[in-house]
C-alpha cells in the first residue's frame, strides 16, 4: 500500500517516544502489502475495525490508535490521526469528513480507461461546441 503520509507518524511519535517502534513497524507491514478489501486488512490485523469510512488500527498493545481511509483500488492508505487510546476515547477523530463521499471508480472491460465524468458546476461539452453553450459547430461564411 502506498501509504500517505509517514509524516504524521514521525509527529505522533516526537511526543510519544514509546509508539515510534510499534509504529515504524507497523509502516513496515502495511507499505509491503496490497489489500483489495476489508477482509484482507483483517486477515493481517485482528484487531483492526471498520468505523465509518475509516479503518482503527490498534497500535501498540491497545496503547496508540491509527485511523486511516483506504482506497483499495489504487492501494492507497490515508492516515489521517494517530492518537493516544485516551484522546481516541473523546472521539473528536469522528468529525473528519475525509473520504465520507468516497464512491469507488467503475472500471471498463480492459480496466484501463476511465469515463468522464463532470466536475459540479462543468459539462462535458462537444468539441464543436468548446464553450458549452449548445451552439453547434460555427459555420463557414457563405
Known sequence: MHIISKKRLRNFWENHPRAKAPLEEWHQVVRKVKWSKFADVRATYRSADPVNQFVVFDIGGNKFRLIAFIDYEF?????????????????????????????????????????????PGTSLSPPSDPLGKGLGPRRQGN
Open 75 to 119: 492501494g492507497k492508505l490515508f492516515v489521517r490521526s494517530v492518537l493516544t487510546h485516551k484522546d481516541y476515547e473523546k472521539g473528536n477523530w469522528k468529525k473528519d469528513e475525509f473520504g465520507k463521499d468516497f464512491q469507488p471508480r467503475r472500471k471498463k472491460n480492459d480496466g484501463n480507461q476511465r469515463r468522464k465524468v463532470p466536475r
